[in-house]
């Protein structure tokens, strides 16, 4: 019998801080993330607490989705969950409200992703229920 290959691992939700928000509003086709109400400032990766006061006074907030290019890399080598999706570019974006998000840049050459560039959210889809989110150039 051949050794089936794993596919690419589904984060788990909420397993040290609440993140269903960001979750349900992956399977809508929005983009959420945590807001701290006391500065009007969002944050990325989620908290139990404001990077920027330490209070728990945090919200979940739709964001545009839209951002330009901080970082990127083209991931070549095999790995787990990469099985198809080589190369890969990997881009660190910096979306329009302040907050940098980690993200695969998908539908593009990857060696034409550069630093920079405009990009706007979309969606890998990870299992049949699950997406998270990509980005494309604009």
């Known amino acids: 019998m051949a050794e089936e290959k794993a596919g690419r691992p589904v984060p788990k939700p909420s397993t040290y801080v609440d993140t269903q928000a960001f979750w349900d509003g992956a399977k809508q086709g929005k983009l ?30 739709e964001v545009s989705g839209k951002g330009t290019i901080y970082a990127c890399t083209v991931i070549r080598v095999p790995g787990p969950g990469l099985d198809g999706r080589l190369p890969l570019s990997v881009a660190t ?32 889809q990870l299992s049949n229920d699950v997406q998270y989110p990509a980005f494309k150039l604009v």
Do not use: M
Request: glycine share 10%; net charge negative.
């Open 32 to 61: 959420v993330l945590q807001y701290c109400k006391d500065t009007g400032r969002f944050q990325h990766y989620p908290r139990p607490v404001s990077i920027f006061t330490g209070s728990r006074n945090l919200e979940w907030r």
């Open 93 to 124: 974006v910096e979306l329009d409200e302040g907050v940098r998000i980690l993200g695969n840049v998908l539908g593009s050459d990857p060696d034409k992703v550069a630093i920079g560039q405009r990009v706007e959210v979309t969606w890998d």
